[in-house]
Structure formats: structure tokens, C-alpha cells
């Protein structure tokens, strides 16, 4: 804020000094035209802030691809210039080259700044060869939304580059800025994750302006920018996921990673579980395990809030999820002894 200050007095000052000193000594106007250059030196200030926190949302890679981009256009600029100076040195015509030259300049310089900008980005993941590109993961905004994977990248499982194309930002946004509450929680949500994300040495998360304006849904440019630029998509969302395996291209489903990390339960095994509600059948109860895992128990429909042991009976894996069938430990154990009595009989 302070150095802002110190630019805006400083445009203005120089503003209104260039006017003074450059305006007639006994013209009638020196203060009005002293007033118009301060004025002009306060709009070139305000600019170059606007024009300052523009470029904080720029990711450094695109800075330096505009850069390269402008300087090779003024090369080429100055290299047609010296072209023009022999041509005009021959036709002894001079006073046309200089506005030509400034046209090609402006003309060149800004080429390059725009095409050094946008194609980097492709330079840099397919020039860099399919080992490197691999390595990328594109972010959706189911996944970002979720929020477990910040915490897979603090444990250091994620490696590679995290990418988020404007295009999610976009729809992240508009998510934060709906009428309804629940979304705009979930929006807000997301940019929290993705700030907290961005702040996080453990990984480095790059912002890309790469856009589809042909292909309509977020879903269809993530696919098909995973495409393009031969990388994975994480995301948590079903459909995605399926649509982007038909296509080829390779899917990280969060939802898929928690199910696999969650503890194995075989039939026989013990635990203290607590009936939460009660089932769809006839005298079930059902509970759920710290990993949301439903547990179905038989004869346990009138235990509601009770903790209570159970014996697994079966596992049943489903697109959603685990479900684990059990029986509480009473009713288990008068069985087996029942069992026991008619075999021996």
C-alpha cells in the first residue's frame, strides 16, 4: 500500500513537472496545462496498478513466454527496419520510415507478447517429451470442492505438478457467488482448499489459461484438455471419471483411493459398533464405522444409540462403497452353540 502511495505521488508530480516545464514560458494556460499533466501522470499511476494486479494472477511461466515472445517481435522488428533504412536510403525517401518502423514495433512487440504468453503453456508440456507431461494431474472442481486432496498432498503422496485451467477457477466463482446458500458454502469452501493449496511447499500448483470455447461443460474441456496435453485428471466425480476412461484418458478418483485405503474386514472378525438407525429390512439396525463405512446388523432395531458387539457375517463392495453385514455377539454365539448341540446329536 505505502509503495502505491509513494507511485502515485510520484506519476503525479512528474506528470504536473513535464507539463510545467515543457509548456510556453508566458503561455495564460500554464496552470490548467500544468492541472491536465498531473492529471495524466494520476491516470498512468492507477494504470500500472491495475496493470500490477493483473499480472499477480498471471503464473510466472506465462510472464516469461510474454517476455520472450516481445523480444523476439522487436528483433524481428529491428531486423526489417534495417531492411527498410537501405530501401529508403536508395529512394531517398526517409520520412515515411520512421512511422513504419514505430508501426512495426508496436505491431511485432505485441504479437509476440500474446503468442509468447498462450503458447508456452503448450511448449512447455509437449516439448518437454510424454515422461515429463505424465507427470502433470488436472484438477477438477468436484475434487477441489471435496477437499481431501489437500490433505493427500501434505502427506506427500501427490507428487508432479497440480494444474487448475481458469476454466474450474471460473466455475468455482460462480459456485461462491450462487443465491443458495449450500452452494455458495461448497463454492467458498474450494477457494479456501485452493489457497490453502497454493500456500503448501509440499507441491506447486499452476494456473493455466488453456479454454475450449468450441466444447461446452467444464467436464468436456477437462477431458479434453487432459488430451492435449497427455496428463492425468483427478476428480471424484463418477461420471467424469467414466466418460474420461472412454476417452483414454487416465483418472486418479479420490473416492476410489479412500475405499482402498480403508481397513480390511473379514467375516468372523469383532467390534464395538453403535446403532445409529434403523435398516430397510425387518429388525435391522445400522451403524457406521470412522470412515463412514455402513455396517448392517441384524436383530438390532431396537438398540438405537446403544453401543453394542457385533460379529461380521459378510462384505458386499458396491460402486458407492463397502457395506459390511453383521449380527450382534449374543445372537451369533447361540447359534454356534446351537450348531454344536445338533451336531453332536
Excluded: H
Amino acid at each position: 500500500m505505502i509503495i502505491r502511495t509513494l507511485l502515485i505521488l510520484a506519476c503525479s508530480i512528474s506528470g504536473y513537472a513535464i507539463a510545467y516545464y515543457m509548456a510556453a514560458p508566458n503561455s495564460s494556460y500554464l496552470i490548467f496545462e500544468s492541472i491536465i499533466g498531473l492529471i495524466i501522470g494520476l491516470s498512468v499511476a492507477l494504470l500500472v496498478i491495475k496493470l500490477e494486479k493483473d499480472i499477480r494472477k498471471l503464473s510466472l511461466r506465462i510472464i516469461i513466454g510474454g517476455v520472450i515472445g516481445m523480444i523476439i517481435g522487436l528483433l524481428i522488428a529491428l531486423i526489417m527496419g534495417f531492411g527498410l533504412n537501405m530501401v529508403s536510403k536508395i529512394r531517398e525517401n526517409q520520412q515515411v520510415v520512421p512511422w513504419i518502423y514505430m508501426l512495426l514495433t508496436g505491431i511485432l512487440g505485441y504479437l509476440g507478447l500474446v503468442l509468447g504468453s498462450k503458447k508456452v503453456e503448450e511448449f512447455n508440456f509437449r516439448g518437454s517429451g510424454a515422461k515429463m507431461s505424465s507427470e502433470f494431474r488436472i484438477l477438477d472442481t468436484s475434487v477441489i470442492i471435496d477437499g481431501r486432496i489437500a490433505d493427500i498432498c501434505d502427506c506427500g503422496f501427490m507428487e508432479g505438478e497440480l494444474i487448475v485451467p481458469r476454466f474450474v477457477l471460473n466455475e468455482l466463482q460462480f459456485v461462491a457467488d450462487s443465491s443458495d446458500s449450500m452452494k455458495r458454502s461448497r463454492g467458498r469452501r474450494g477457494l479456501d482448499i485452493l489457497n490453502r493449496m497454493q500456500k503448501s511447499s509440499a507441491i506447486n500448483i499452476e494456473v493455466i489459461d488453456q479454454d475450449f470455447p468450441k466444447i461446452k461443460g467444464v467436464d468436456g474441456k477437462l477431458v479434453a484438455l487432459a488430451k492435449k496435453i497427455n496428463a492425468k485428471l483427478l476428480t471424484n466425480d463418477y461420471n467424469l471419471n467414466k466418460v474420461a476412461e472412454l476417452q483414454g484418458v487416465r483418472v486418479l478418483n479420490v473416492n476410489e483411493l479412500a475405499n482402498a485405503m480403508k481397513p480390511v474386514v473379514l467375516p468372523g472378525e469383532q467390534m464395538m459398533v453403535k446403532i445409529i438407525r434403523e435398516g430397510k429390512e425387518l429388525g435391522q439396525g445400522v451403524a457406521y464405522l470412522d470412515d463412514g463405512t455402513m455396517i448392517i446388523v441384524d436383530s438390532a432395531q431396537k438398540m438405537l444409540n446403544m453401543n453394542v458387539e457385533v460379529i461380521v457375517t459378510s462384505v458386499l463392495q458396491t460402486t458407492a462403497g463397502r457395506m459390511i453385514f453383521s449380527e450382534l455377539k449374543e445372537v451369533a454365539e447361540k447359534k454356534n452353540q446351537q450348531n454344536q448341540q445338533n451336531s453332536k446329536a
